[in-house]
């Protein structure tokens, strides 16, 4: 697992997630999606921002969340993979946790081989789920989302 000294901590349904802070580039209001004919379930969308069409991950969809209307005051966190910038809908981002290497769990002690999460940090009020950013779209959904994109 990849450690991080800084988490950008979010909420969906008043559960806390994390990215590491250098998968994360910029918080943005909730904005107008763009349908994307043909994407894979996990995709919402697109946005263009600053010229540059992103994929809306469905993140409630891949963690298995109650799906609800996208709302005024959702958050979309914009962030890189790998292999391409993609956003989140988020609720909202609530702060960037500092030192979070320290309180790291990594999954393997807890739940081997649990889907999309890279580690849990615990901290005195809770615990946060740090999501591993490269893994939410498999390899079929890439090419999926490529093809759409490119026939968009």
Do not use: C
Not at 24 to 47: E, F, H, K, W, Y
Not at 93 to 122: C, H, S
């Amino acid at each position: 697992m990849k450690k991080s000294n800084f988490l950008v901590v979010f909420t969906l349904d008043h559960q806390r997630y994390a990215l590491p802070l250098h998968a994360a580039q910029r918080v943005v209001r909730m904005v107008a999606i763009t349908p994307l004919p043909n994407a894979p379930d996990s995709i919402l969308g697109v946005v263009d921002f600053h010229g540059q069409v992103i994929p809306i991950i469905n993140v409630r969809w891949r963690f298995g969340l109650p799906e609800r209307a996208i709302a005024l005051t959702d958050h979309l966190l914009i962030a890189h993979t790998a292999r391409r910038s993609v956003a989140l809908v988020v609720d909202i981002v609530l702060d960037v946790v500092a030192n979070a290497e320290q309180k790291l769990i990594d999954t393997e002690n807890i739940l081997p081989r649990i889907a999309y999460v890279e580690g849990v940090v615990k901290l005195p009020d809770g615990l946060i789920f740090i999501h591993d950013l490269d893994t939410f779209l498999s390899l079929e959904e890439e090419s999926v989302l490529d093809q759409a994109l490119d026939a968009s």
